[in-house]
T-cell receptor, first 116, second 113 residues
Framework: DGGITQSPKYLFRKEGQNVTLSCEQNLNHDAMYWYRQDPGQGLRLIYYSQIVNDFQKGDIAEGYSVSREKKESFPLTVTSAQKNPTAFYLC???????????????FGPGTRLTVL | GQQVMQIPQYQHVQEGEDFTTYCNSSTTLSNIQWYKQRPGGHPVFLIQLVKSGEVKKQKRLTFQFGEAKKNSSLHITATQTTDVGTYFCAGGRSGGSNYKLTFGKGTLLTVNP
């Protein structure tokens, strides 16, 4: 069963703690993305990676870090420097091969992080 | 940076009425994609438009891409309760080997049966 998995679905952390959100895909996609979704704000890009061992900051990267050591995995760490970390976090992947240059993004089910 | 504005933010209709959401970009786009997110779910890809002036249809949904490739619309004819959700447009821009989408804030559609 191909797709993107994110775990856990709900996550609670105390203020001041770092937390890592998992994102795994078995779609053999090169590109992976992390978005943050807040009510009324749409999807805002945190980090993205177009190939293993390479990633770029998105529009709201401050207080977040990522790694891309394997093609299948793109974990996101929410650090204590992120001022307002409570949000819904969505991971996505995109194939970059084939005739269609701008392939669609496939999203995982998301992780809802609450910082107490 | 690139901005993608989407209106309206909310739309409530009676079942059977039509619905339209509009998307405008501050810059020329390479392509535009539309996604639907059901309540409690994650965004799911609906369609992509690439050519200037392109129009595509999916059953009761009609998607348009403007001639200048800076605006787009999604029109739903005769809405049904299954159409409930948030519709996002996402504008794509290429810069060398770098490509990313910028999402609009979405339009939340609710349908009264």
């Amino acid at each position: 069963d191909g797709g993107i998995t994110q775990s856990p679905k709900y996550l609670f952390r105390k203020e001041g703690q770092n937390v890592t959100l998992s994102c795994e895909q078995n779609l053999n996609h090169d590109a992976m993305y992390w978005y943050r979704q807040d009510p009324g704000q749409g999807l805002r890009l945190i980090y993205y990676s177009q190939i293993v061992n390479d990633f770029q900051k998105g529009d709201i990267a401050e207080g977040y870090s990522v790694s891309r050591e394997k093609k299948e995995s793109f974990p996101l760490t929410v650090t204590s420097a992120q001022k307002n970390p409570t949000a819904f976090y969505l991971c996505a992947s995109r194939g970059t091969s084939g005739l269609l240059s701008y392939n669609e993004q496939f999203f995982g089910p998301g992780t809802r992080l609450t910082v107490l | 940076g690139q901005q993608v504005m989407q209106i309206p933010q909310y739309q409530h209709v009676q079942e059977g009425e039509d619905f339209t959401t509009y998307c405008n970009s501050s810059t020329t786009l390479s392509n535009i994609q539309w996604y639907k997110q059901r309540p409690g779910g994650h965004p799911v890809f609906l369609i992509q438009l690439v050519k200037s002036g392109e129009v595509k249809k999916q059953k009761r949904l009609t998607f348009q891409f403007g001639e200048a490739k800076k605006n787009s619309s999604l029109h739903i004819t005769a809405t049904q309760t299954t159409d409930v959700g948030t519709y996002f447009c996402a504008g794509g821009r290429s810069g060398g080997s770098n490509y990313k989408l910028t999402f609009g804030k979405g339009t939340l559609l609710t349908v009264n049966p």
